[in-house]
């Protein structure tokens, strides 16, 4: 079992930067490949981001590619997602997912869930 806690939502301008952290409980964080979704009101949860369970390979959404950057402590169980030239259309609830195994951009393949953070970018 993994337990998985997000922070450092917020308001931000357009054109600011934000850090979201999910800290994971368990012993085993590194075998699970981590993920990062959002949701907007009234749309599907979208891949964002995700970074295999070495943390060499990151795969990014087009949408945010070159202005997001996922990382992670695996001695900390932590993953980081720095998030630059925030944009109005990146507001969104925001979930740190893990999955066992090799990364997916499916929302359906990651086994458990934070309970999200909120992101609102006002223009």
């Known amino acids: 079992q993994v337990q998985l806690v997000e922070s450092g939502g917020g308001l931000v301008q357009t054109g600011g930067s934000l850090r979201l952290s999910c800290a994971a409980s368990g012993r085993t964080f590194s075998s699970y490949s981590m993920g990062w979704f959002r949701q907007a009101p009234g749309k599907e949860r979208d891949f964002v981001a995700a970074i295999s369970t070495s943390g060499r390979n990151t795969y990014y959404a087009d949408s945010v590619k070159d202005r997001f950057t996922l990382s992670r402590d695996n001695a900390k169980n932590t993953v980081a997602l720095e998030m630059n030239d925030l944009k109005p259309e990146d507001t969104a609830v925001y979930y740190c997912?893990?999955?066992?195994?090799?990364?997916?951009?499916?929302?359906?393949?990651?086994?458990?869930w934070g309970q999200g953070t909120q992101v609102t970018v006002s223009s």
């Open positions: 997912a893990a999955r066992l195994g090799g990364w997916c951009a499916s929302p359906g393949t990651y086994h458990y």
